[in-house]
């Protein structure tokens, strides 16, 4: 079994993850699984002029199960 749920993100200037949104799922049962995921994420800050700001990406989380 697999799936990918693709998820925008809000990263704040500290690199918080300060909002998710679900784009794609490809199976709507991973969703919730996978903005809980997304919401422990760090990263760090998008700069502008050498100064941290928000900005937004897209993050995809892929499932697999089974024999590989």
Same mark, same amino acid.
């Given at each position: 079994?697999? =799936? ?5 993100? #809000? ?8 909002? %998710?949104? *679900? ?10 699984? =996978? ?5 422990? #994420? ?8 050498? %100064?941290? *700001? ?15």
């Amino acid at each position: 079994v697999e =799936a990918s749920v693709e998820v925008e993100l #809000l990263v704040d200037s500290l690199g918080t993850v300060a909002a %998710t949104r *679900v784009l794609v799922a490809a199976d709507e049962t991973f969703s919730e699984s =996978a903005l809980q995921y997304c919401n422990r #994420l760090k990263f760090r800050p998008a700069l502008a002029n050498q %100064t941290p *700001v928000a900005s937004r990406i897209v993050w995809v989380v892929d499932y697999r199960f089974g024999d590989r």
